[in-house]
């Protein structure tokens, strides 16, 4: 009774492939999802391979693998991606779209802003919500960004593309909160286009 050498080899390959059909099945499982998980020996970690202007206006890629590098094939003399300039290309008055108290834009409000993200031309956008100083601190942090979210919510439904969303509250007036006509400046959405 021999040893069927050409046997167990036969044996050898067909378990390496239905292992090796096994393992494509899983990852083609996880390829079809767009998403991976991998682990960086703390958590967790998800991916999802993208392109994206961050709000420096500079183009991202992400691979599934979590390897992240810039769109831009330039770069200054020290090999800093040279990125997109970004400029304020729309400053809403608050008082004009919000009630007080308020982060929901009037439909007549919604239409505008439509509008304007339809003939913008940018490739994307950073919007920032402003407060006047009448209430505290965390409360005009909150509706600053809700409001920007808002006007961001507009901009996504006609298609466009936000790289960030930003509430800087009080922090960074535009006039003095010392007269009402201060405040009224103060209480504003800037939209950076970045092209």
Sequence with gaps: MGFDISKAVRTCLTGAATLA???TLVATSASAQGIFERNNGKTNERYVPTIWVDPDGCEHWVMD???EGYMSPHTNRQGIPVCRRGNVC????SDQFFKTDSARISAQGKQRLAQFFQSAGATS???VGHTDSRASDAYNMR???NRASAVAGVAKST???IADVRGYGERLPAASNKSAGGMAQNRRVEIICIR
Excluded at 90 to 93: A, F, I
């Design 143 to 145: 509706l600053s960004f």
């Design 159 to 161: 298609g466009a593309r």
């Design 65 to 67: 693998d979590g390897y």
């Design 21 to 23: 059909v096994g393992l």
């Design 125 to 127: 956008y950073i919007v």
């Design 90 to 93: 729309g400053v809403m008055n």
